[in-house]
């Protein structure tokens, strides 16, 4: 059964700092891997996807990676903003359509 | 920019009463999803939907789950007889391909029932 690791549950840091999420799976066998956002009480907003083919994908600030035979992907967020607060969650697919969440990372940047 | 609307946004019920979550999914999508998230816990898969049927369903939506498409933009989640432990976040989502052909699965903003 596929289960999804994320470290650490929570992180503080100063505005301007880059830092590393992390999220690890048990079963390599996956399509894809997707990270997400949730803001407090709110939906998810898709962030980036990464093909099971496929060893990084960048948005803006943010670079995600993929080693599947290891089972980890990281998301990296540059010089992180106050704006960047929320709940990091990464999801996979593994042998069908259905995502398998992480419990996540909540994530506080201050000013 | 499209994108999948949910209503209500909150809603509130007795024990053993029956609910109806409602979705607009994006338009152009073909695969339609409904996920739940307890508080403080994961995002769990409840059933997917595709050509008007369910292509796959979690242990968790059992006989007191069922999901339509009554219309061309509709999907619906209905919850028979409710219990206190359905109380959670529900998202619906949506994609164009099945996510195993690596295509983004869209969340809407979830509707919050709280069951008394």
């Known amino acids: 059964k596929q289960e999804v690791t994320q470290i650490p549950a929570a992180l503080s840091v100063p505005e301007g700092e880059n830092l590393v999420l992390n999220c690890s799976f048990t079963?390599?066998?996956?399509?894809?891997l997707q990270w997400f956002r949730q803001d407090p009480g709110k939906g998810l907003t898709s962030l980036l996807l990464?093909?099971?083919?496929?060893r990084e994908q960048t948005s803006g600030r943010l670079n995600a990676s993929l080693d599947k035979s290891s089972g980890r992907s990281t998301l990296y967020i540059a010089a992180s903003q106050p704006g960047d607060s929320a709940t990091y969650l990464c999801?996979?697919?593994?042998?069908?359509?259905?995502?398998?969440f992480g419990t996540g990372t909540r994530l506080q940047v201050f000013p | 920019e499209p994108e999948v609307t949910q209503t209500p946004s909150h809603q509130v019920t007795q024990m053993g009463q029956e609910v109806i979550l409602r979705c607009v999914p994006i338009?152009?999508?073909?695969?339609f999803y409904w996920y739940r998230q307890i508080l403080g816990q994961k995002v769990e898969f409840l059933v997917s939907?595709?050509?008007?049927?369910?292509?796959?369903k979690s242990e968790i939506f059992d006989d007191q789950f069922s999901v339509e498409r009554p219309d061309g933009s509709n999907f619906t989640l209905k919850i028979r007889s409710t219990k206190l432990e359905d109380s959670a976040m529900y998202f619906c989502?949506?994609?164009?391909?099945?996510?195993?052909?690596?295509?983004?699965?869209?969340f809407g903003p979830g509707t919050r029932l709280l069951v008394l």
């Open positions: 989502a949506s994609s164009v391909l099945l996510a195993g052909a690596q295509e983004t699965q869209y």
């Open positions: 079963d390599s066998a996956i399509y894809n």
């Open positions: 990464i093909q099971s083919s496929q």
């Open positions: 999801a996979v697919t593994h042998n069908t359509d259905k995502l398998i």
């Open positions: 338009s152009n999508h073909l695969y």
């Open positions: 939907f595709y050509n008007n049927e369910i292509s796959e």
